[in-house]
């Protein structure tokens, strides 16, 4: 999105929010234009990260399209562990609801189930996966 947005001069309407410190690197719109034509290597690079997020984006319609709300939670926190590599997940669940389109009651609901299976740990803005979770 953003680099469609500069080849057009305008300014982007997608807002990100990194849960990590992280380290962003800034191209002038003028020079991305200048570099596709210039830089085969360039090319390829944006198009092949244009290709990977329109398949993240059907990916996250087959999703909500087709899967079951908890099937999703439990994917969900599947990726949150794995991003962080940690079985204790910072969040809470109004994030969960904004995140997956529900409602906090809902994935509060859900989550209390699965407690209740012996899956996971509620705590104040944290879950904890049990070994349970990932079998």
């Known amino acids: 999105m953003a680099y469609s947005c500069c080849l057009e001069a305008k300014k982007s309407e997608v807002k990100a929010i990194a849960e990590d410190s992280v380290e962003l690197i800034a191209i002038p719109h003028i020079k991305l234009d200048e570099w596709l034509c210039k830089y085969p290597s360039w090319k390829n690079y944006i198009m092949r990260g244009f290709n990977e997020r329109f398949l993240e984006l059907l990916?996250?319609?087959?999703?909500?399209?087709?899967?079951?709300?908890?099937?999703?939670?439990?994917?969900?926190?599947?990726?949150?562990?794995?991003?962080?590599?940690?079985?204790?997940?910072?969040?809470?669940?109004?994030?969960?609801?904004?995140?997956?389109?529900?409602t906090r009651v809902v994935i509060s609901r859900l989550l209390k189930q699965m407690e209740n299976e012996g899956r996971i740990i509620l705590y104040r803005n944290e879950i904890k996966l049990l070994k349970a979770f990932n079998e």
């Open 59 to 102: 990916k996250s319609i087959e999703t909500i399209a087709f899967h079951k709300l908890d099937e999703r939670v439990e994917s969900y926190l599947r990726e949150k562990q794995k991003l962080t590599g940690s079985s204790v997940i910072k969040v809470s669940h109004n994030l969960i609801a904004e995140e997956l389109s529900s």
